[in-house]
């Protein structure tokens, strides 16, 4: 079956950088676009970055534009997300999910397969 596995979170002071990285299994990797999410306490899952299936097309949230970077190797069956100049307000459970086909974007409903999770905590 499908998997998706998260790593690379942590705790983190503001400014600072962190790099999650996701391993996919159970799919044809090169087949589904990928995303980024998020989610807070008390607040719903919101989007964060996506990339294309092979890699030529990203989209970002408007919050994190500029400081996330989202990249993905095929040949590794992995999604990352680069994290740098990292606020209080990032911190958040980091999902990342996956969607058959050409669409890379914010809807959470297109995405088939979520991973566990991973923390990420910015502090002051």
């Known amino acids: 079956q499908v998997q998706l596995g998260e790593s690379g979170g942590g705790l983190v002071q503001a400014g600072g950088s962190l790099r999650l990285s996701c391993a996919a299994s159970?799919?044809?990797?090169?087949?589904?676009?990928m995303g980024w999410f998020r989610q807070a306490p008390g607040k719903e899952r919101e989007f964060v970055a996506a990339?294309?299936?092979?890699?030529?097309?990203?989209y970002y949230a408007d919050n994190v534009k500029g400081r996330f970077t989202i990249s993905r190797d095929n040949a590794k069956n992995t999604v990352s997300l680069s994290m740098n100049s990292l606020k209080p307000e990032d911190t958040a459970v980091y999902y990342c999910?996956?969607?058959?086909?050409?669409?890379?974007?914010?809807?959470?409903?297109?995405?088939?397969?979520w991973g566990q999770g991973t923390q990420v905590t910015v502090s002051l």
């Open positions: 990339i294309s299936r092979n890699g030529g097309g990203t």
């Open positions: 999910a996956a969607t058959l086909g050409s669409y890379y974007g914010e809807s959470r409903g297109k995405y088939a397969y």
């Open positions: 159970g799919l044809t990797f090169s087949g589904f676009a």
